[in-house]
């Protein structure tokens, strides 16, 4: 079955702290992969994606990712968290020849001074 | 600029009483999709539109109906709304054609209570 799980569902992190956010996906064929950000009373913006290449992807707002297909990954990282990065995170997995998203349960990310 | 926009935002009804949320792109897009978001369940995909007068059912598609008339519109239908229809819609499109590699532009959300 297709599926993404985000094992934490609530992350706290002190302003100028490392995060990580965990992102495992399962998925038949070779997927692509997405994190997406939802801020209080938005949609949601698309931080970075994974289709091919180098394993190591640079989104926006300083964030990246890390595909590891061995563990069936795609955690996301930030060095430094700011306290605008207090937001829910959700992980997306979809394919070649289709344009569904399948999305995990999102993590939702608090930043305290 | 590229978005796609949802109205309304917010909604109170009442049980049964007929509503339509709405939904409108500008990108030219053929995938549109609707999603409801429920706490710890994430997002799920209600129903979805190859083109014009193409739908069919995602994953959560009871009690929900949807239109494609035009490509840059993708109503959303629910015929007699009951409170487990209570959650925050939103709407999405992507290019289309299985070019699974590009992104989804999402709405603001709607966000329905039903009573």
């Known amino acids: 079955a297709q599926s993404v799980t985000q094992p934490d569902i609530h992350i706290t992190v002190s302003e100028g702290a490392s995060l990580e956010l965990r992102c495992n996906y399962s998925y038949g064929a070779t997927p692509y992969l997405f994190w997406y950000v939802q801020s209080p009373g938005q949609g949601l913006q698309l931080l970075l994606k994974?289709?091919?290449?180098?394993?190591l992807v640079q989104g926006i707002k300083g964030f990246e990712a890390e595909f590891k297909r061995s563990q069936s990954s795609f955690n996301l990282r930030k060095p430094s968290a700011h306290w605008s990065d207090a937001a829910e995170y959700f992980c997306a997995v979809g394919g070649r020849n289709t344009d569904k998203l399948i999305f995990g349960t999102g993590t939702r990310l608090q930043v305290f001074p | 600029e590229a978005q796609v926009t949802q109205n309304p935002r917010y909604l109170i009804t009442v049980t049964g009483k007929k509503l339509t949320v709405t939904c409108s792109q500008n990108?030219?897009?053929?995938?549109m999709s609707w999603y409801r978001q429920d706490p710890g369940l994430g997002l799920r995909q209600i129903y979805y539109?190859?083109?014009?007068?193409?739908?069919d059912k995602g994953d959560v598609p009871e009690g929900y109906k949807v239109s494609r008339k035009e490509k840059r519109n993708f109503p959303l239908i629910l015929e007699s709304p009951s409170p487990n229809q209570t959650s925050l819609y939103f709407c999405?499109?992507?290019?289309?054609?299985?070019?699974?590699?590009?992104?989804?532009?999402f709405g603001q959300g709607t966000r329905l209570t039903v009573v």
């Open positions: 990108m030219n897009h053929e995938y």
């Open positions: 999405a499109s992507s290019p289309g054609q299985g070019r699974g590699n590009t992104e989804a532009f």
């Open positions: 994974y289709f091919s290449g180098d394993t």
């Open positions: 539109s190859m083109n014009v007068e193409v739908t």
